[in-house]
């Protein structure tokens, strides 16, 4: 049987850390402590917290050899890759030059450092730089840039007068009367490709009624 003596305030400290430590695994810790603290068995613990007994026991030994502070204390082993080594080298040859794929990134790392990575630890790497791939946009092989700007031209003056038309427009119950491309000078034009003879006379008689 394990026993274990927790004081009053380490009680209250690893209730608090059992819920709101940053780090998982501190509090899983400090939730078995406490549970052990509230004189709880191994086999209660274990039904409680889904923890094996060899982590129970880990982490009741945890505490006994160095208290709170020892169950806080999670430094977990993360492998540092050779070419950490020469990240900010890296880092200022990318960014004066980008290269234009990852195969090109491994050659020219290769070239820089000696060491040789594949495609997708280079990505890897790349991305711990802050670096990102883009997909660049294609550009017509045979454009010519002076029949666009014609196009554009075209385009536009034929936008404007196409709407300076249809604003023109002043529309009565009897049929429309067009105020045509003299839009600014007074002239009146009937829409003849649309209404009959008797639509214009009774534009023409609504016209001067107005």
């Not at 982490?59 to 950490?84: C, F, M, Q, V």
């Not at 004066?96 to 050659?107: D, F, I, L, T, V």
Request: charged letters at 30%; one cysteine or more.
């Amino acid at each position: 049987m394990i026993t274990l003596n927790v004081t009053q305030n380490d009680i209250e400290e690893l209730n608090y850390l059992r819920f709101y430590h940053p780090d998982p695994t501190v509090m899983k810790r400090c939730e078995t402590v406490y549970l052990k603290a509230k004189n709880l068995k191994t086999g209660q613990i274990r039904e409680l917290t889904g923890f094996n007994v060899k982590t129970i026991r880990a982490h009741i030994k945890l505490y006994k050899n160095g208290g709170i502070e020892a169950l806080k204390h999670h430094d977990p082993h993360r492998p540092k890759s050779e070419l950490d080594e020469y990240k900010l080298s890296i880092e200022q040859e990318f960014r004066q030059r980008p290269p234009a794929s990852s195969m090109e990134a491994g050659e020219r790392i290769f070239k820089l450092t000696g060491v040789r990575r594949g495609n997708t630890q280079i990505k890897a790497f790349m991305k711990r730089l802050g670096l990102k791939f883009r997909k660049p946009g294609g550009i017509p092989a045979k454009a010519d840039l002076v029949e666009q700007e014609e196009f554009l031209k075209k385009t536009r003056t034929g936008d404007k007068i196409s709407v300076r038309r249809i604003i023109a427009t002043v529309f009565h119950g009897c049929g429309p009367l067009c105020l045509g491309d003299g839009l600014f000078d007074g002239t009146v034009e009937f829409c003849t490709n649309v209404y009959s003879n008797i639509k214009w006379s009774q534009a023409l008689q609504c016209f001067r009624g107005v």
